[in-house]
């Protein structure tokens, strides 16, 4: 008897815990819907809406595009935050979203577009600090962050970017309230 309960015991104890995976916005879709158009999840590697006065936020849907290795936005009228779901397109090797009216901080998650070779958040209303994220970007060679409302110190993984990619300071500081230490 003494046998049988410290198998039971063991085995009991050796359960996982089974937690379900969280839903995704992406969870059975094949096409995202953005600004009216529909943009096939699989075969979409291209987005070029720059100067197309497109308005509202940009949609978390976005992130279902996995595909994507340019995503260009400038120049149009793009309100509201940038949606934490940008992180999802890994293969992304251009991020422009210059010149709209972007509001809130810069994502974290932007830390996992390690593809980057340019990131352009120039031009809108973003505030808060530069995540130390940014410093996974060690592929960037267009940095460009001015005319913003960023605040705080640069992190030192960012200086550290900034130096051994040869990046642009005034492209960071330049009309923002940032605090230089990369000096």
């Not at 809406?49 to 290795?69: F, K, M, R």
């Not at 340019?70 to 509201?80: F, K, V």
């Amino acid at each position: 008897m003494k046998k049988i309960l410290i198998i039971v015991l063991l085995f009991v104890g050796c359960e996982k815990d089974t937690v379900a995976p969280t839903p995704s916005i992406c969870d059975g879709l094949t096409e995202v819907e953005l600004w009216g158009e529909y943009y096939d999840i699989g075969t979409t590697d291209t987005l070029y809406l720059a100067y197309v006065e497109l308005t509202d936020s940009i949609p978390p849907e976005i992130g279902c595009l996995t595909n994507l290795t340019h995503l260009w936005l400038q120049q149009n009228q793009l309100t509201g935050e940038i949606p934490s779901e940008i992180g999802n397109l890994t293969s992304l090797t251009s991020l422009t979203l210059g010149s709209n009216q972007l509001t809130g901080s810069i994502p974290s998650e932007i830390g996992n577009l390690t593809n980057l070779t340019e990131l352009v958040l120039a031009v809108n209303q973003l505030s808060g600090e530069i995540p130390e994220s940014v410093g996974n970007l060690t592929n960037l060679i267009s940095l460009d962050l001015r005319e913003n409302q960023l605040s705080g110190e640069i992190p030192p993984e960012v200086c550290d970017l900034i130096e051994s990619n040869n990046l642009t300071i005034n492209h960071i500081i330049a009309v923002n309230n940032l605090i230089n230490t990369c000096e």
